[in-house]
C-alpha cells in the first residue's frame, strides 16, 4: 500500500481497510483507543477518508455515499478519492455523492500533502 507509506512517512497514522464494506464498518464502529463508549456519531479518531474508486464487494462511490448518511462528525470528515480512471463521469459522481478531492494515480508524496494542506490536514 503506496498511500500507507506516504502518509506514515508524513507521520500520519492509518486505518486500513482492504474492501469498501470493511472501511464502513470501521468507520461505522471505531476503536478509538482510550475514548470509552466512542462510536460514529462523536469519534474525532479520522482527520480524513482516503478512498480508491474501485475496490472489491463496495466501490468507493458507495462507500461515499454511505459515509455521508452517518450522522454526526464522520460524515463531514473530508473524503479523497484517488484511482487510476480520471474519467469525469467518476469525478463528478465523486462529488455529486460528497466527495470532496479526486487525486489521479500516480501521484506524488508532495500532491497528496498539497490535497491535505487544503483541507488543514497537514
Known sequence: MVIGRMLSKMNF????AFNGAEALNIL????????????????SMFSA?????????????DLIRN???M???IAKVPII???SSDDKDHIEEGRKVG??????????EAKLLD???TYHLA
Open 13 to 16: 497514522e492509518t486505518v486500513k
Open 28 to 43: 461505522k464502529n471505531p476503536k478509538c483507543p482510550g475514548i470509552i463508549g466512542c462510536g460514529a456519531e462523536q469519534c
Open 49 to 61: 477518508i482516503i478512498t480508491d474508486l474501485n475496490m472489491p464487494i463496495m466501490d468507493g462511490l
Open 67 to 69: 459515509t455521508r448518511k
Open 71 to 73: 450522522d454526526g462528525r
Open 81 to 83: 478519492m484517488i484511482s
Open 99 to 108: 466527495m470532496n478531492d479526486f487525486i489521479s494515480k500516480p501521484f506524488s
Open 115 to 117: 490535497v491535505f494542506k
